[in-house]
């Protein structure tokens, strides 16, 4: 039942606020609440930067299915050394001026991150209340 | 992009506070404008206290409220404390869950008029000491971003202006 509904590409920082954008709206279409739309398109925000300054380039999948929204950020970046310790609290690499993983992770109900060497895959899920 | 989302910020000064209204959509070339702005009117103004009224802000990407963040360190070490004001609830979710230390550097308040009035005794201490040297002008509009609303002779010299002092502050390399 899981449907492909949006892949935006994205390689630069403009391509950032455009996936917020369109998600948000999808998040809309599908029946979230204002508050979870919000929650999403923040946690896309955080995940999307994050391509742009880790990896220079990726895409954004979003799929959904009766439960909710799925949103996978991939890209082919150097990968996340030790996940456990990024999603610590403060936990920062570039001095980053965002939330971090971990307030990416807060927003959302599930989430889930692969990385190696060849880049990294989070995947994020949203649960339709 | 939609034309909207590049609102216009008209930076002023009411009660012996810097004023800086953000509207709309914010995106990397608007933050650094609205942050140099700020940095470059609390010198000029040589205020103490300096108002960022978000209400006109309905979300915002963490990584530009980070920059929001830093400003006010900024702004604090150009010796002015910050209050952010209107936060809404869109804006919130991003300052939450992050290492903002918001506490020591600002405070934030409801509404715009709230945080002119919470700045007031930082304000007038230091209007007091320094009567003699200089005055707080009041309500005057220290620096205009083009807003739409203008004939086009006054916009050219504007934006040349504007991105004079871009590429001067690029320069200095503030961030």
Known sequence: MKEEILRIPIN????VLIARREIKSEAERIGFRWI????IATAVSELT???IKHAYRGEVVVNKDDGG??????DEGPGIPDVEQALEKGFSTTNSLGIGLIGAKHLMDDFKIESNDRGTTITAYKKLK | MEEKSLSDLSIHISEGCLVVPIQGEIDDERMSKIQCQILKGVEDSKVKGVVIDLSGV???????????DKTAKMISLLGAKTVLTGIKP??????TDSNFDFKEIYETAGTFEEGVKKLQPLVRV???SEEAEEEVEKNEVIEEVDTGE??????DGNVEDEEDFLAEQDEKDID
């Open chain 2, 58 to 68: 309905r979300i915002i990407e963490p990584y530009h409220a980070g920059i929001i």
């Open chain 2, 126 to 128: 230091e209007e007091k």
């Open chain 1, 36 to 39: 979870d739309q919000t929650r």
């Open chain 1, 12 to 15: 630069k920082e403009i391509d």
């Open chain 1, 49 to 51: 930067r994050n391509i």
């Open chain 2, 90 to 95: 869109g804006v919130a979710i991003a300052l």
């Open chain 1, 69 to 74: 929204i799925e949103i996978i950020c991939q």
């Open chain 2, 150 to 155: 203008e004939t086009g002779d006054g916009e």
